[in-house]
């Protein structure tokens, strides 16, 4: 069992007012906003210059999350404080010029293809003050097999990544050369390893300095003052935030696809209490499956982000996100559970993604249970055909390639407020990443993309609707294309919240050269031939609220724009059109009443 | 007569007011006149009254002497924000209907569930899929399908659409088909005017492509109707000079071109500010280096100049970035925040200090304007710490109500702190500064450029405020305020030359290039360069050649001038040095070892106008004297401050802080005793060595 409270901030240094709080929060913001730019612009591979999959983050010295900035928040939650204290833990004493490694699942990173350097934040008199975190994933992690999602590993050993549960690599800000020199012997592109490295490590020391450059300016007492008082204003509005919900509990539960190694899938559940009086979130995640023989289990930092997410997803978004918010979000864990604590040597290499979307999916859904205009559907899940990891050769050139394609995205749960976002992707990274361009794509590997458009009616009908999936469709150039992916959603749709409908399921299907549909395999790899296409249908997002709540205007439009039909429009909206494609208010009122009455 | 053709006007048309600059014998004087936004010609007109009667002539004669007349306008923006362009269609390729709706994807708070998903640029149901397909080598997958292009057309005249954009997958490397749609919609759709994308804007990632054509499009109707309304009204007021419009990339353009592409204008409002920045940098001080903040009622922009040059962005949004929509074309780079004179201070349940976003703009406004507005803002701030005269404001048009300022910034942000007016409205200007130093922080950090060896020069009518604090944040070396600051972009235009930017999609990588195919290209752009040359009037043309280059797998390109017009043996390894340092400077990193890719290579043209090279001075006539006024001090408080009008200051006179310095359309505070003022060759006051406030 575990919680996410950290152990109370020191109670020295400076008391600062709410104006000189904002100042010192914009520069906090500036220092975690540079290092992040830092490595997105210097970033090799596409993982992170194209999909921004990285974080930043700056930590008190005890290890409490002080300051985020964009990122998936998948990374950034219930994870960073666990990896700093695992510092203190094997460096009680931090010195300055030091910078750790560490990727390991087993003491508080998310997945072993995230490498993370620790850098500790150090005074002129030796005191450590603060801890700078950066966090990449990689192209390559060393896996047995060319990618960083392995489904199909059974233990970390099948699984094959270098581990390095917190290993220094640099000691007065010289590198520890020989830790570097394994990586490059068993990471495949190990140049293109390299230029990440630096990038991740380049960011963290930008952070350092900047930290030091303050404390020249403003002093480590006022810092330190900043640092406790910036996480009780996180948590007075945390609390404020839930003492303005409603109290409840409700447990939730839904099952991820059949994997490799998973043949009957995994039901997980969840129960979430809000408690506002106490001022309270709980998550009991307890009540689940021992670790499986699958990549799938989350680790202890996906396990809670996982659940913070959907709690956060479901109340008000300017509440900050730092240790002290997260200090009112008790997230209860099991050892050896599949969405809690792993048990070494259980893999963890799809920890951020599959199992972790579907916890954050049910735990806001339970938001969604526990009180009306709150909470939040289903969002898209799933890495189809339409992320996969291409691979072959290319006979423009007849050059080898291997690449991640990010073409289409799953679409959005609906919410009290608003309907889902088109491109939001998966819950685990809220929508950052950016979609691939058509254009660059075909330049970069010999495929043609044929198709890429929305998806109409498959959407989860509410009163607020879920984003469509997407529909995607692609194929080699000449020669023959492999595609490796890790879908889920194809048999278990996403659900929908206080009477919204589930999106429809993704789809992923070959066509061959006649035209003929054949499914194909969840995971892949799929050999592609000239003249072969393979189909994608992405995940929709489920629906909130009753679709025949949903406005008869907005349904009119989305069969005007091409999003629902006009016989969806009338059957699952119950909203009726007159000829120019307007609502038709005494048809509809028909059609709602014998709805009510049924 | 000495009349003839003796002056050149330019006049930027902001959401307040608009400005006119008159240049004669290189001098500059300034004028403001409200805008008119249902005629803003009239406003026009208006300020151009002014300036006659001030010279004692009748309209007719003032204008009979105005050489040129250069405009920016936020028309065509505002068409764009406001969704009041053209019905306008789309036409892609079958297969991609939603380039638009999908832009290219990202989304900026992952937790705001509140936000809807933006709409598409054009709607779906105005979208209509052409049966081709072409390869990114060129070759044609599949061929035009021309029977379902003319019902294609059947439909867009059912439509009753205003107006067509054309954008076809890879039309850039193989533009035929384009082209056959664009001869079709002439012959089927006569009067609707359309855009062919590989004709506007021939550069890789078909959403951006798409967004600049469909943009285009949208505006040609309106902006043909306003331009020939514009230059139709000043001929019959008696102007007989050239009419000029300032693009969105930093130049001027002459009316026609800006009517065949009006999508040129779009961004023209802050992009003459880095060109004004740039010559008063250099005049004065002698910088290259030089960050542009332009400071208004609502929009903080922030522009810069490195070694000379004014860098550019192809990822320009109109609206916000992410949910607007891109205009793709080369744009003089921007940072806008919204921090302003009228940005609202209020304290959140946490008790956490904010200013802005919302913000009170010039209706109601702040406080102290007495025109319904009770929220506390930077101005009323700015009152309380009496920074400002509330007997004359904005060149005497205004006067100000300091009791109800008190009142604002004692109510919302004074109480709730639990701190006195004067520390609550010091709070407000401190956070300001720092939102402001943080959009600087921003575009510098994108463009490589360190703001501790930079000049920065303060505009707009709301930039004395804070800038003298924003500099000592920043460590800059020095602050300049034009004279003319309140007019930066206005005067910007009459420093600026006719421009034009072309671009040639022909990738290349330098561990195999293909010198023949590159100079081509290269040969291809300087003849059309030659081409507008030779249409535009004016003298010492020159023409610059750069690359859109990157390292193999990288995504985003770096700008970097060519030393050749062709290559030759030898020139290759060059280029990829210059890659290399531009890399190192941006990024911080070089990889040396590592060959370059060249996405595509671009040409801009510049034809010198008469005078646009000289250096412009302005003294301006103020008849107040020097006096004292109670305002904040750091490590002082409250106490008397010198305030001296920028007229009464004298060439080599230093002025130490703390100290006012007035003019008509804004004031400059100095509040340390560490700073020192005095004017510089242009006429420019120039403040050095400041402590942060």
């Given amino acids: ?598 | 007569m000495a009349s003839e053709a003796s002056l050149r006007v330019s006049v930027d048309i902001g959401g307040t007011f608009t400005d006119l600059v008159v240049e004669r014998e290189a001098r500059l004087r300034l004028f403001k006149s409200p805008t008119v936004p249902d005629d803003p010609v009239l406003g026009i007109l208006n300020v151009l009254g002014m300036a006659a009667a001030a010279d004692g002539v009748p309209l007719e004669a003032f204008l009979g002497r105005v050489g040129s007349f250069a405009h920016a306008t936020t028309r065509g923006l505002n068409a764009v924000l406001t969704g009041a362009t053209a019905r306008t269609a789309l036409l892609t390729t079958a297969g991609h209907p939603d380039v638009l709706l999908l832009r290219e994807g990202g989304r900026r708070d992952p937790f705001d569930f509140t936000t809807p998903f933006p709409e598409p640029y054009v709607p779906r149901s105005l979208t209509f899929e052409v049966d081709e397909r072409v390869s990114a080598t060129g070759a044609v997958l599949r061929p035009l399908d021309l029977a379902a292009l003319e019902r294609t057309c059947g439909l867009l005249i059912e439509a009753e659409v205003e107006a067509v954009a054309v954008c076809l997958l890879w039309a850039t490397v193989n533009p035929a088909h384009e082209q056959a749609v664009g001869e079709v919609l002439t012959r089927r759709l006569p009067g609707v005017p359309h855009t062919l994308s590989h004709a506007l804007n021939p550069s890789l990632r078909e959403y951006r492509r798409a967004s600049s054509t469909a943009i285009d499009a949208s505006l040609k109707p309106l902006m043909s109707a306003y331009f020939d309304g514009l230059t139709a009204r000043l001929r019959a007021a008696g102007l007989t000079g050239r009419v000029l419009m300032v693009t969105s990339a930093g130049g001027v353009a002459d009316v026609a071109d800006a009517i065949a592409m009006p999508i040129l204008t779009i961004n023209s409002g802050p992009s003459m500010a880095p060109v004004a920045g740039r010559a008063y940098a250099f005049t004065d001080l002698g910088a290259d280096e030089v960050i542009v903040a332009d400071a208004g009622g609502t929009t903080y922009d922030v522009t810069l100049v490195r070694k000379g040059e004014i860098p550019s962005t192809r990822s320009a949004w109109v609206g916000a970035e992410g949910t607007g929509h891109m205009t793709g074309l080369a744009s003089i780079d921007v940072k806008s925040v919204g921090a302003g004179g009228g940005s609202i201070a209020w304290v959140d349940s946490g008790g956490l200090l904010h200013v802005g976003p919302r913000s009170a703009g010039s209706v109601p406004g702040p406080a102290c304007y007495g025109r319904g507005g009770t929220a506390a803002t930077v101005t009323d701030a700015a009152l309380v710490l009496g920074y400002l005269d509330p007997d004359s404001f904005s060149n005497g048009s205004m006067t100000l109500d300091p009791a109800a300022a008190l009142a604002a910034v004692t109510r919302d942000v004074g109480g709730p702190l639990g701190l006195d007016p004067v520390g609550a409205a010091r709070a407000i200007l401190e956070l300001t500064t720092e939102q402001m130093v943080r959009a600087i922080e921003e575009i510098t950090l994108q463009q490589g450029i360190d703001p501790g060896r930079a000049v920065l020069v303060g505009g707009g009518g709301a930039a004395g405020l804070n800038a003298v604090a924003v500099a000592a944040r920043l460590g800059s070396r020095s602050l300049v305020v034009p004279a003319v600051g309140a007019a930066l972009a206005a005067a910007g235009a009459l420093m600026s030359d006719l421009t034009a930017v072309y671009s040639a999609t022909v990738p290349a990588v330098t561990s195999a290039f293909d010198t023949g195919k590159v100079n081509r290209a290269l040969a291809g752009l300087l003849a059309r360069c030659r081409e507008f040359v030779a249409r535009m009037p004016g003298s010492g043309a020159s023409i610059t050649l750069y690359a859109e280059a990157r390292y193999p797998q990288q995504i985003w390109e770096l700008e970097v001038p060519l030393r050749v017009r062709a290559f030759e043996p030898g020139d290759v390894e060059e280029f990829e040095t210059d890659f290399h340092a531009m890399h190192r400077q941006i990024l911080g990193i070089a990889d040396e070892a590592s060959p370059v890719e060249v996405v595509s290579w671009d040409a801009r043209v510049r034809v010198a106008l008469p005078g646009s090279g000289a250096t412009l001075t302005t003294r301006l006539a103020d008849p107040r004297r020097p006096s004292m006024r109670r305002a904040f001090v750091a490590g002082h408080g409250m106490t008397d401050v010198p305030v001296r009008p920028l007229a009464t200051i004298a060439p080599g006179e230093r002025v130490p802080g703390p100290v006012l310095v007035e003019s008509p359309f804004t004031t400059v505070v100095i509040a340390d005793t560490t700073s020192t003022a005095e004017l510089g060759p242009s006429g420019s006051l120039i403040i050095n060595g400041g402590d942060a406030a």
């Fill in chain 1, 1 to 598: 069992m575990t919680s996410v409270e950290a152990p109370a901030p020191g109670r020295t240094g400076e008391r600062l007012d709410g104006a000189r709080l904002a100042v010192l929060s914009h520069r906090f913001e500036a220092i975690v906003r540079r290092m992040s730019n830092t490595l997105a612009r210097s970033g090799r591979s596409g993982v992170l210059n194209t999909a921004r999959d990285f974080s930043c983050c700056v930590l008190t010295a005890a290890g409490e999350v002080l300051m985020t900035g964009d990122s998936p928040p998948i990374h950034v939650m219930g994870g960073p404080d666990l990896q700093a204290r695992s510092m203190l833990e094997f460096y009680p004493r931090p010195r300055a010029g030091d910078a750790f490694l560490h990727n390991s699942p087993y003491h508080g990173n998310t997945h072993a293809a995230d490498h993370s350097i620790l850098v500790p934040v150090v005074d002129d008199d030796g005191v450590h003050r603060f801890t700078v975190l950066a966090k990449a994933h990689q192209a390559d992690c060393g896996n047995s097999v060319p990618t960083t999602y392995m489904a199909s590993a059974r233990d970390v050993y099948e699984e094959g990544a270098l581990i390095f549960p917190v290993v220094r690599v640099q000691d007065a800000y010289a590198d520890c050369a020989d830790i570097l020199r394994m990586c490059e012997m068993r990471i495949r592109v190990p140049e293109q390893w390299r230029g990440d490295y630096l990038a991740v490590l380049g960011s963290a020391r930008i952070g350092e300095r900047a930290l030091l450059q303050l404390a020249d300016e403003v002093g480590w007492n006022t810092l330190s003052g900043f640092a406790r008082d910036w996480l009780d204003y996180g948590e007075a509005r945390m609390d404020a935030a839930i003492r303005a919900l409603p109290e409840g509990v409700a447990t939730t539960a839904t099952r991820h696809d059949p994997f490799p190694g998973v043949p009957d899938g995994v039901p997980i559940q969840a129960t979430v209490a809000v408690r506002p009086d106490a001022g309270m979130i709980e998550v009991d995640l307890r009540d689940n499956p021992d670790c499986v023989p699958s990549g799938l289990n989350l680790s202890e930092a996906s396990s809670r982000t996982a659940a913070l997410i959907g709690v956060f997803n479901s109340i008000d978004h300017t509440v900050p996100h730092n240790q002290g918010s997260f200090r009112r979000v008790r997230v209860r864990l099991r050892d050896n559970c599949v969405v809690g604590i792993p048990r070494h040597p259980f893999s963890c290499s799809v920890a951020t993604t599959n199992l972790a979307n579907r916890v954050g999916n049910i735990v806001q859904r339970a938001m969604a249970e526990i009180g009306t205009d709150m909470g939040l559907a289903e969002v898209g899940s799933g890495m189809s055909p339409s992320e996969a990891v291409v691979s072959g050769v290319d006979e423009r050139t007849g050059a080898p390639f291997v690449n991640q394609i990010f073409i289409g995205p799953n679409g959005g749960a609906g919410g009290p407020a608003a309907d889902g976002w088109l491109t939001m992707s998966d819950l685990g990274s809220g929508g950052t990443l950016l979609l691939d361009s058509v254009e660059i794509d075909e330049l970069k590997q010999p495929i043609v993309i044929h198709r890429r458009h929305l998806a109409p009616d498959t959407e989860g009908a509410g009163r607020h609707r879920g984003a469509p999936g997407l529909e995607v469709e692609y194929g080699p150039l000449g020669g023959t294309i492999a595609a490796i992916y890790a879908n889920d959603g194809s048999i278990n749709p996403m659900m929908g919240a206080g009477g919204g409908l589930p999106g429809a399921p993704s789809a992923q299907l070959k066509r061959e050269r006649d035209g003929t549909l054949r499914p194909v395999d969840i995971c892949g790899p799929v050999h592609v031939e000239d003249g072969e296409r393979l189909l994608a249908r992405t995940s929709g997002g489920g629906g909130y609220g009753p679709p025949h709540t949903r406005e008869p205007e907005a349904v009119a439009r989305d069969v005007r724009e091409g999003w629902i039909t006009a016989a969806r429009a009338r059957e699952v909206y119950l909203v009726a059109l007159d000829a120019d494609g307007h609502p038709d208010p005494a048809g509809t009122a028909r059609l709602r009443s014998a709805q009510v009455s049924d």
